[in-house]
């Protein structure tokens, strides 16, 4: 098995809440009635040399006067020293994003299916340090440098919550 074209084995119980996480997500993003596609996650939709060297988002939104932005959902816990990432999927997400030249938000919403959640914009982790965890390479970034979101609110407000500069 080549390590570049198959993905690491998910455990079945993580790999439902990571199902029902982008299901959310989408009835989130169905109720904006903004513009928005999902990114089949088949092998076979990435150019064969760059299989195992590039990540797909999950969606790609339509955001008006802004343009195409991409989100990647994650059911994540949350840690007491935040949230945390694999490096290499962080590295491989940060290729789309170089390659397509679009900004990138990690959507992390509550396993538990809570409407509270947050967002991380893939460059936000260009500074944290990576540290092995359970044999991974990972990153960890504080809580309280995410963007707090709530699928309860509308989403295009909260993107543009998550783009003020204040």
């Known amino acids: 098995m080549n390590k570049n074209t198959h993905p690491p084995r998910i455990r079945a119980a993580d790999a439902a809440k990571g199902h029902a996480a982008e299901h959310t997500f989408r009835r989130w993003l169905d109720a904006s009635v903004l513009p928005h596609l999902y990114v089949e ?3 076979l ?22 343009g195409l ?16 990432f694999d490096l290499e999927e962080v590295r491989k997400m940060r290729v789309f994003a170089r390659l397509f030249h679009l900004t990138v938000y990690f959507a992390c919403l509550d396993p538990a299916g809570g409407s ?11 500074s944290v340090p990576a540290v092995r965890r359970n044999g991974t390479m990972t990153l960890c970034i504080p809580l309280h440098e995410t963007i707090p979101v709530s699928l309860q609110e509308d989403f295009y407000c909260a993107f543009v919550r998550a783009v003020a500069l204040i």
């Open 41 to 43: 996650q088949s092998p």
């Open 45 to 66: 939709t990435v150019p064969a040399p760059l299989r195992g060297q590039i990540k797909r988002p999950d969606y790609l939104v339509g955001i008006p006067g802004v």
């Open 69 to 84: 932005v991409a989100f990647d959902v994650k059911a994540k816990t949350l840690y007491p020293e935040g949230l945390i």
């Open 116 to 126: 509270e959640g947050c967002w991380v914009r893939l460059n936000q982790l260009d």
